[in-house]
């Protein structure tokens, strides 16, 4: 026989048993519990965290976009600056030039004998560096364009 705190006596049948089993998966559904809990909470914490980050997130990109400019002033010196358009106006030529001659070569009659038909990958790489090649000749236009607008000067 039990006593309980108010001095009532109980016997020990009146008292909630668990089986091991039911003891076992209780105790599992407590610690799955806690832990997702802990984990909305490490989450809640996280969020939480990031939100104070803010400020010292905008005010880092300000200064790393003032750094940026200052060295964007550095790259864009002349003594850079030319060399880098005429090795992207040689490359993008020169890749025009040599796909329409191979272009050329692939149409002439004396050649039609031997060729294979083109596979779709061959076709769609080839199209691709000359809309790369015509990009790139585009961009030095506009590039040296709005140097001499800005610049006065190429």
Request: aromatic share 10%.
């Amino acid at each position: 026989m039990l006593t309980t705190d108010v001095g009532r006596v109980e016997s020990e049948d009146a008292l909630p048993r668990l089986i091991p089993d039911e003891m076992g998966s209780a105790q599992g559904v407590i610690a799955w519990s806690s832990f997702v809990f802990a984990l909305l909470q490490s989450v809640c914490t996280f969020f939480t965290a990031l939100d104070g980050f803010r400020l010292l997130i905008g005010v880092s990109s300000l200064a790393a976009i003032i750094q940026a400019g200052a060295a964007w002033d550095h790259f864009h010196a002349d003594w850079i600056r030319i060399p880098m358009m005429g090795f992207a106006l040689v490359g993008a030529s020169l890749n025009l030039v040599v796909l329409i001659h191979v272009r050329h070569l692939r149409n002439r009659p004396a050649s039609q004998w031997r060729q294979k038909p083109l596979t779709p990958r061959k076709i769609s790489m080839e199209r691709v560096q000359f809309i790369l090649s015509f990009v790139t000749l585009a961009l030095i236009g506009i590039e040296e364009l709005t140097h001499l607008r800005t610049f006065h000067r190429l």
